[in-house]
Nanobody, 120 residues
């Protein structure tokens, strides 16, 4: 059983929208902060959004455009991506209980990733 499974990636257009989902299983979802990360070719994995008990925080590059939400009853987190830009092109990962140790992000679990490609 895969703990985190992302869906909803694909091809979007600049200025358009996409919605990602991440379904969790095998652990007590509501007990953990959840996060969305992305990694573009040749670049380091960067935080998109992390949602803990105090609500979501966002990376500077997506503030005002992306919205993270979670449904504990469905053990699912979502990432609503609006006003897409070509630089949003990356593989998007969800993660449970993410934390930064030194320069690297760690998590209890990582999803397998879903590709998002934004055309100009």
């Amino acid at each position: 059983q895969v703990p985190l499974v992302e869906s909803g990636g694909g091809l979007g257009q600049a200025g358009g929208s996409l919605r990602l989902s991440c379904a969790a299983s095998g652990f007590t979802f509501s007990n953990y902060a959840m996060g969305w990360f992305r990694q573009a070719p040749g670049k380091e994995r960067e935080v998109v959004s992390i949602m803990g008990s105090l609500g979501p925080i966002y990376g500077d590059s997506v503030k005002g455009r992306f919205t993270m939400s979670r449904d504990n009853a469905k053990s699912t987190v979502y990432l609503e991506m609006n006003n897409l830009k070509p630089e949003d092109t990356a593989v998007y990962f969800c993660a449970s209980n993410p934390s930064k140790i030194g320069s690297a992000w760690r998590a209890l679990y990582w999803g397998q990733g879903t590709q998002v490609t934004v055309s100009s």
